[in-house]
């Protein structure tokens, strides 16, 4: 659909950026934290593990001045719930929630409002050892940490996000990492796991309601669009498949608190379907969530399944990479568009395309929780980091943003990928992401000082002409 004029974005649009604690904070085992499954798990070789990350742990005020310097309306960063629950239940570590009050009152002392994640991956180990979020007793420590933070912080923060990408932990648990000498779970045990995450959830979720009643919280979920690879007819319906069991049957529960059918037939089929109990089904669609957080990177494209192994890519996967499934669908190759340097295509049309999708499906306003790409940026002698890749892709996505918005989707706000360098879920910290850049290398951990990217400079003024300057043909 083609308009004469765009909508310009709304004046309370939130300009945001995000992080997660494991990627940013550093400090790993500082001030009673204990120990999450991120801190237990094997890296790459030759990669940064996330022992000192940013050190935002230690320099989160520096780093807040310069998101204010940005510009930044929102930050959406995570909790760790290792530094509140080292051992994931039992007594409260008060030095680690002082950061975090620490942390918000200062945005809220520049008028950045903070959106923040209450589970973004890190799943304390102590849980994990006794069966994580296989075990229903995951659900009750959910819960009672979150009654914590909204006790405690519920006063200061106005949006919630429960739990970051319960698509990409069940789909594609390898990418998050498994702790050290583990085995991936097995699918019936995944879809086990999924099941007891949707109850803590909508628990959650209620709790929040009641507890902090001006506040919203919502789900957020790694979205995409499925472009079927012809106009076959079997292609169609394997596109539908795959967008279905990847991204609707996981809002389809957050949202409207039933299991998909589509979904269902497939989990019975392969004799995957999770053990429900009752009043499980009642507390999943309690939930009513405020507002769908969604992740964007990239689309992907389907074919019919072939019903082989010859379906599943030999290379490798991981939160955007498909790779196929016997009896479901196939990956293939989209000659419309680019990808990045780490194979993951760069589709800003698809973005539009997710956004009308969602908000048709569910009419709920929807935050964009992350998007952008990662690149192995490059100090200058001059101290200047000429990222113009991060500005066209950040760009291009707010543009067909201002498309979805004029299509009449509610879209609240943008934060993309990340505020600053951090270390990425799999693949290092030479896969960088920020507007500031981190001077750190790999494995050498230098001074750690922050500098500007040309990124930067573009987006402040972007925010500052709340989406008018940097955008078209202004740029
Ligand atoms: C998302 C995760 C983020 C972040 C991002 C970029 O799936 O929610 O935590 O890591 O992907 O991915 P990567 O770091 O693998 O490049």
């Not at 939160?319 to 780490?342: C, F, H, S, W």
């Not at 760069?346 to 569910?362: A, C, H, M, Q, S």
Request: proline share 4%; charged share 25%.
């Amino acid at each position: 659909m083609q308009y004469e004029k765009l909508k310009p974005f709304p004046k309370n649009f939130l300009w945001g950026a995000s992080t997660s604690a494991y990627q940013v904070e550093g400090a790993w085992d500082a001030d009673g934290k204990g120990k999450s499954v991120i801190d237990m798990m094997d890296h790459p070789e030759g990669t940064a593990g996330f022992t000192v990350a940013s050190d935002h742990y230690h320099r989160y005020k520096e780093d807040i001045r310069l998101f204010h310097e940005l510009g930044l309306k929102a930050y959406r960063f995570s909790i760790a719930w290792t530094r509140i629950f080292p051992d994931g239940a039992g007594e409260v570590n008060e030095k680690g929630l002082a950061l975090y009050e620490k942390l918000i009152d200062e945005l809220l002392h520049y008028g950045i409002e903070p959106i923040v994640t209450l589970y973004h991956f890190d799943l304390p180990y102590a849980l994990e050892e006794k069966g994580g979020w296989g075990n229903r007793e995951t659900i009750d420590a959910f819960i009672k940490y979150a009654c914590v933070l909204f006790d405690r912080l519920g006063k200061k923060v106005s949006y919630w996000l429960t739990i970051n990408e319960q698509n990409t932990l069940i789909l594609h648990p390898g990418a998050v990492g498994i702790p050290k000498g583990g085995k991936l779970p097995s699918k019936k045990d995944l879809y086990q796991q999924n099941h007891h995450m949707l109850v803590a959830q909508g628990k959650v979720m209620a709790l929040c309601h009641e507890m902090c009643p001006h506040a919203q919280i919502g789900p957020a979920l790694n979205m995409t669009s499925m472009y079927q690879a012809t106009s076959k007819p079997e292609d169609a319906i394997a596109a539908h498949n795959w967008e279905t069991i990847r991204g609707w049957s996981f809002l389809d529960l957050a949202i409207h608190g039933r299991y998909n059918r589509l979904l269902w037939s497939y989990l019975e089929n392969r004799n995957w379907q999770p053990m429900v109990e009752e009043g499980d089904l009642v507390a999943i669609q309690k939930g009513n969530p405020d507002f769908i957080a969604i992740n964007y990177y990239s689309t992907a494209t389907i074919a019919e399944s072939t019903g082989d192994a010859s379906d599943v890519s030999p290379r490798a996967g991981d939160q955007q990479i498909m790779l196929g499934e016997p009896g479901v669908y196939r990956a293939e190759e989209n000659p419309y568009v680019d990808k990045t340097k780490y194979g993951w295509v760069i589709d800003p049309v698809g973005l539009r395309l997710t956004l009308r999708k969602v908000y048709e499906r569910y009419n709920l306003p929807i935050i964009i929780t992350e998007n952008g790409i990662g690149a192995p940026d490059e100090l200058n002698e001059d101290g200047t980091i000429h990222d113009d890749y991060r500005i066209d892709f950040i760009k291009s996505h707010l543009e067909q943003i201002q498309w979805a918005l004029t299509d009449g989707v509610e879209v609240l706000g943008y934060c993309p990928w990340a505020a600053i360098d951090v270390v990425s879920t799999h693949q290092g910290y030479g896969k960088r992401y920020g507007f500031i850049y981190v001077n750190r290398g790999e494995l050498d951990i230098l001074d750690l000082k922050r500098i500007r990217k040309d990124s930067f400079f573009w987006y402040k003024r972007v925010i500052e002409s709340n989406g008018v300057d940097g955008l078209f043909h202004n740029y």
